[in-house]
């Protein structure tokens, strides 16, 4: 069983900066791939961002490419997005997720552990 509590939305303006985080629970946190989604309104949640067990593999969604960077430290049982150069279509609520893997999948079926999500809002 793994919990994850994000943190670190708030409300930025376009071409801002934020660096969520993803807090989880448990002794076994090295052995999941992780990965951030994204919701806005009216919309199906979207693959973000994942990274493997180990951080040796990253993987984004064109649209964020070159402005988000996923990382993670395995000692603090965490996972950040770094997420720059903010447009208001990035606005939406962010969640992580956790699946018992080497490598993280791309679909959120993929995932057995859902955070409750951080509100991302950018302003134009």
């Known amino acids: 069983q793994v919990q994850l509590v994000e943190s670190g939305g708030g409300l930025v303006q376009a071409g801002g900066s934020l660096r969520l985080s993803c807090a989880a629970s448990?002794?076994?946190?090295?052995?999941?791939?992780m990965g951030w989604f994204r919701q806005a309104p009216g919309k199906e949640r979207e693959f973000v961002a994942g990274i493997s067990w180990s951080g040796g593999s990253t993987n984004y969604a064109d649209s964020v490419k070159g402005r988000f960077t996923i990382s993670r430290d395995n000692a603090k049982n965490t996972v950040y997005l770094q997420v720059n150069s903010l447009k208001p279509e990035d606005t939406a609520v962010y969640y992580c997720?956790?699946?018992?893997?080497?490598?993280?999948?791309?679909?959120?079926?993929?995932?057995?552990?859902w955070g409750q999500g951080t509100q991302v809002t950018v302003s134009s």
């Open positions: 997720a956790a699946d018992r893997a080497s490598q993280p999948p791309m679909r959120a079926e993929g995932y057995n552990y």
């Open positions: 448990g002794r076994t946190f090295i052995r999941y791939a």
